[in-house]
């Protein structure tokens, strides 16, 4: 029997959420939380199988949670449960977050125990909508814009204001790659300060925003 925690603020959704697990007769959870503090307490607590987490929560926000967990050694499988179509969370809570599913809300009652029995299995769900959305944006990226998908990801961090350190060890790579990456962006772009960096990041929407 998988175990699993659920983080949702909102109670109706949240007890809905919970039945539908529950009624696969493959998954039990074990407990729930309503916002970011106590869910990263009860998941780092009982080490669930997997996390069930809302993106847009009252306190914080899922794709922060997911991260604080990830960082404090959480092996369990993470699916981010959401109304957000947005690439840039999606990109965001893969790279950073390591997620293994990222259902829609909207489709929660035909796809989230697939991707929770997909995600014990090593298998990465993703709603069809943001796949979609996905591979359109591949097809045009390159043309488009002249940073790859990695020199987004450490421009995001950089444009929140973490050093290299962190930066490496969030994206699993070193700090002479990221160090590499951070003057690579700065060479494509012709900028020469953070400030700029800063301000094309969120010109080209790569800060998150969730409410």
């Known amino acids: 029997m998988i175990k699993a925690v659920i983080v949702d603020d909102h109670i109706i959704f949240q007890q809905g959420v919970k039945a539908l697990l529950e009624e696969s007769n493959q998954i039990t959870v074990i407990d729930t939380a309503t916002n970011t503090a106590d869910g990263e307490r009860i998941i780092i607590g009982k080490q669930p199988d997997?996390?069930?987490?809302?993106?847009?929560?009252?306190?914080?926000?899922?794709?922060?949670?997911?991260?604080?967990?990830?960082?404090?050694?959480?092996?369990?499988?993470?699916?981010?449960?959401?109304?957000?179509?947005?690439?840039?969370?999606?990109?965001?809570?893969?790279?950073?977050?390591?997620?293994?599913?990222y259902v829609l809300k909207l489709d929660a009652s035909e796809d989230l125990v697939a991707a929770i029995l997909g995600a014990r299995k090593g298998q990465r769900f993703v709603s069809p909508a943001i796949a979609q959305e996905m591979a359109w944006e591949s097809s045009r990226s390159e043309q488009e814009s002249p940073l790859t998908i990695r020199e987004q990801e450490v421009l995001t961090l950089v444009a929140e204001g973490h050093g290299s350190d962190a930066i490496?060890?969030?994206?699993?790579?070193?700090?002479?790659?990221?160090?590499?990456?951070?003057?690579?962006?700065?060479?494509?772009?012709?900028?020469?300060?953070?400030?700029?960096?800063?301000?094309?990041?969120?010109?080209?929407?790569?800060?998150?925003?969730?409410?």
């Open 50 to 101: 997997v996390c069930v987490l809302d993106i847009s929560l009252a306190q914080g926000n899922g794709v922060e949670l997911a991260e604080r967990l990830r960082s404090r050694g959480y092996q369990g499988s993470i699916v981010m449960l959401t109304m957000h179509t947005e690439l840039k969370i999606f990109k965001r809570a893969s790279a950073i977050a390591k997620i293994d599913g």
């Open 168 to 211: 490496a060890s969030r994206l699993s790579l070193s700090k002479r790659t990221v160090d590499n990456h951070r003057a690579n962006i700065k060479r494509k772009l012709g900028f020469n300060n953070s400030v700029e960096l800063i301000r094309y990041a969120m010109d080209q929407g790569l800060l998150l925003d969730i409410k």
